[in-house]
Nanobody
Framework: QVQLVESGGGLVQAGDSLTLSCAAS?????????MAWFRQAPGKEREFVAA???????YYPDSVKGRFTISRDNAKNTLYLQMNSLKPEDTAVYSC????????????????????WGQGTQVTVSS
């Protein structure tokens, strides 16, 4: 059974940095075609934050590009999200996701492309 467990969330001030982790189990980590981070703020739809594929190619929306960095450590079975220059609008529950089949390069931002999801970790950025 695949499990994704996020950690590292918390309350920070605007401009601070935070690193989220997603520990994966139940499947060979390197077998995931792509892994991603999404976030959801109260009353809003789930939003794409970052993705990384098996070739370590990364994808970001403009809202976080240059501030957030996604990475994966296959030896530790862990996905990371380094978040710098945090803003109050980054406040949300952050969830990691994974899939094991190829994703068309234009679809990494789509929720439906991912088979496995974690429960999420809260990130709150105060102004």
């Amino acid at each position: 059974q695949v499990q994704l467990v996020e950690s590292g969330g918390g309350l920070v001030q605007a401009g601070d940095s935070l690193t989220l982790s997603c520990a994966a189990s139940g499947r060979t980590f390197s077998s995931y075609y792509a892994m991603a981070w999404f976030r959801q703020a109260p009353g809003k739809e789930r939003e794409f934050v970052a993705a990384i594929n098996w070739k370590d190619k990364t994808y970001y929306p403009d809202s976080v590009k240059g501030r957030f960095t996604i990475s994966r450590d296959n030896a530790k079975n862990t996905l990371y999200l380094q978040m710098n220059s945090l803003k109050p609008e980054d406040t949300a529950v952050y969830s990691c996701a994974a899939n094991h089949v190829p994703i068309y390069s234009g679809n990494y931002h789509k929720v439906d492309e991912y088979d496995y999801w974690g429960q999420g970790t809260q990130v709150t950025v105060s102004s």
